[in-house]
């Protein structure tokens, strides 16, 4: 069991665009667990590698209340979507700050799975939501780069404070 850090916005890490995974190896094995339980032991619904400053395109969720269903997407795609949603969203990399983002409301995404298997699944509601989070992550992009400057520079320094104070 291994707790990684989570990058924290404003990080200029995070805009780190992720590249394709060759070979589902030990290495991207032991980052999928690894990833796991960081994201269980923060209660996050998902997390992209690149919140834990690995810039290659692997994907954890878990949208269930139970705990107990994960799922992993390696290179994940969206090959189709349908409609528009807004929805509130929070993110593990911005604590404490939730805001309303627009998405498609149904989408195909194609990605492997842990072994290396290509799949595809079709999905709406939370999963939907959370599956165009964790690639926007991929691409480099937070979801407040979605907000006005406003907001955005409102958030940023926020957060910068309280990094200033943990550090204090
Ligand atoms: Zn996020």
């Not at 969720?61 to 969206?78: A, C, G, L, T, Y």
Request: with cysteine; aromatic share 6%; hydrophobic share 40%.
């Amino acid at each position: 069991m291994a707790i990684l850090n989570v990058l924290k916005y404003p990080d200029e890490n995070l805009h780190i665009v992720a590249e394709q995974v060759k070979e589902v190896d030990e290495e991207i094995k032991t980052l999928i667990s690894d990833m796991f339980d960081t994201m269980y032991e923060l209660n996050g619904v998902g997390l992209a590698a690149t919140q834990v400053d690995r810039h290659v395109r692997v994907v954890v969720i878990d949208v269930s209340e139970e705990r107990n269903q994960p799922q992993v997407f390696i290179n994940p795609k969206i090959i189709a979507s349908e409609g528009e949603i807004e929805g509130e969203e929070g993110c593990l990399s911005v604590p404490g700050i939730y805001d309303k983002v627009t998405r498609a409301e149904r989408i195909t995404v194609s990605a492997w799975d842990e072994n290396g298997e290509i799949f595809n699944l079709e999905t709406d509601g939370l999963l939907a939501k959370c599956i165009q989070h964790e690639i926007d992550h991929l691409n480099g992009k937070v979801f407040v780069e979605y907000l006005s400057r406003l907001k955005q520079n409102r958030i940023k320094s926020k957060l910068l404070k309280q990094a200033k104070k943990e550090f204090a």
